[in-house]
């Protein structure tokens, strides 16, 4: 069966979906997107999602394509029209089409929706079989990163660097400080010697993570010790077990930072118990209220 796209109002077989070469999103990146997991037929932290969509839209002044409830039910009927209950949703919002022009239209022009969906693996199930390496690598990324924007280059630039090196992500820093930031799409954590869990705190620097936050609110309901601030190069380096999180890498182990395994190179006890709680966050059918 053909996959179907949402274009700007029509549902149309993804090989005729098109959008015209003057969309500011082709032209500019001048956009927004969110990638939501669709599990056993629920979006999975569907409204964190929505509510960053709506900050990152409002932070580069552009209004919503539709209401927050009609956007709700293409997002269900993509699935529907996909015959999927297990996916990856994509969805992006342009400030449509215009002359090609720095400056934002004169006269406002209807912003641009675009939403795909496509199948996915089940959801892992076995922890050791879940881990993947990083490199590090400079963080080059414009000044607002907590902005859910589709400029990417510098982010897939970074993935490219570590899929040349056998890595599944990049964890970027700060070359003025060696802090580190995020994964090139992903959060990055750590846990140190006595047992915390660590990842940055928000700010510009790093995007709001929608799966960072499930996780943040589930370690508060179990009572184990996190703390959200900056945290260096040699900390990683040190660390006893990391992780990444994302709405495709859920809670992922990371087994080797930059080719030196973190700690004895096997899942650690806090992030295998960090696995199967997310797991039941996904497959439980737990609130995703923000």
Not at 8 to 22: C, F, H, T
Not at 239 to 249: L, M
Request: with cysteine; aromatic share 6%.
């Amino acid at each position: 069966m053909s996959r179907i796209a949402y274009v700007n109002g029509r549902y149309l077989p993804q090989s005729e979906a098109a959008v015209n070469i003057e969309d500011r999103g082709y032209q500019f990146g001048d956009g927004i997107y969110e990638v939501v997991h669709l599990h056993g037929g629920r979006y999975i932290d569907e409204d964190r999602h929505l509510q960053r969509l709506e900050r990152s839209l409002r932070e580069i002044q552009l209004p919503m394509p539709m209401s927050l409830a009609a956007l709700r039910m293409v997002l269900r009927e993509v699935a529907h029209r996909n015959r999927l209950t297990e996916g990856l949703l994509y969805m992006q919002v342009t400030r449509g089409v215009a002359p090609r022009d720095h400056a934002f239209p004169k006269i406002p022009v209807p912003p641009a929706l675009v939403v795909t969906i496509k199948r996915i693996p089940p959801y892992p199930t076995d922890v050791d079989r879940w881990t993947g390496t990083v490199i590090t690598a400079p963080d080059l990324r414009w000044a607002r990163r907590d902005i859910k924007s589709v400029n990417l280059l510098p982010n897939c630039l970074a993935r490219q660097a570590a899929r040349e090196k056998g890595a599944i992500e990049a964890v970027l820093y700060d070359e003025a400080t060696g802090m580190v930031t995020e994964g090139a799409a992903t959060s990055f954590w750590i846990v140190d010697a006595k047992g915390t869990v660590i990842t940055r705190q928000l700010g510009h620097q790093i995007l709001p993570g929608c799966t960072r936050a499930a996780l943040l609110a589930e370690l508060a309901a179990e009572g184990i010790a996190f703390e959200e601030r900056e945290f260096s190069l040699s900390e990683v380096t040190d660390a006893k077990e990391a992780f990444i999180t994302s709405a495709t890498s859920f809670v992922k182990p990371i087994v080797a930072v930059d080719g030196a395994p973190v700690n004895d190179g096997k899942v650690g006890p806090v992030v295998r118990r960090l696995f199967d709680i997310f797991a039941r966050h996904v497959t439980g059918g737990l609130s995703n209220a923000a």
